[in-house]
């Protein structure tokens, strides 16, 4: 994991909701969040690494494109995406099933 502080994850995740308040929905408050943008190939691979975990493990995840932010926080994940955030960890690519497997024990 490159971020295990729970601290830093809820308070980016406050920080993405205040600039996308659609985030905020409780629907979207324990989904796991894959941050990236339309045209990144490695956010499509992330996406279809994501879809081939779900047929093992029910998790649900909300695509949250980086260009429906303010520019600071859309700049602050422009050469890490894609990036998966759960409520409390941070998984920057690459990453692979395994990977995942491992961000839900730990979370």
């Known amino acids: 994991m490159d971020n295990d ?13 205040a600039t996308n308040p659609n985030l905020g929905t409780a629907e979207n408050q324990d989904k ?3 941050l990236g943008t339309s045209g990144c ?5 992330a996406e279809q690494l994501l879809t ?6 029910p998790i ?5 494109d980086i260009a429906d932010f303010d ?10 995406i894609p990036v ?7 998984l920057n690519y690459p990453f692979s099933v395994l990977d995942l497997q491992q961000l839900l024990v730990a979370s």
């Open 5 to 17: 502080n729970g601290n830093y994850n809820t308070m980016l995740r406050a920080r993405m909701i």
């Open 32 to 34: 796991w969040w894959l």
């Open 71 to 80: 520019e600071s926080m859309m700049m602050e994940f422009a050469t890490t």
């Open 41 to 45: 190939h490695l956010c499509d691979i």
């Open 60 to 64: 649900s995840y909300q695509h949250v």
């Open 52 to 57: 081939q975990f779900q047929a093992v493990q």
């Open 84 to 90: 998966i955030l759960t409520p409390s960890k941070r």
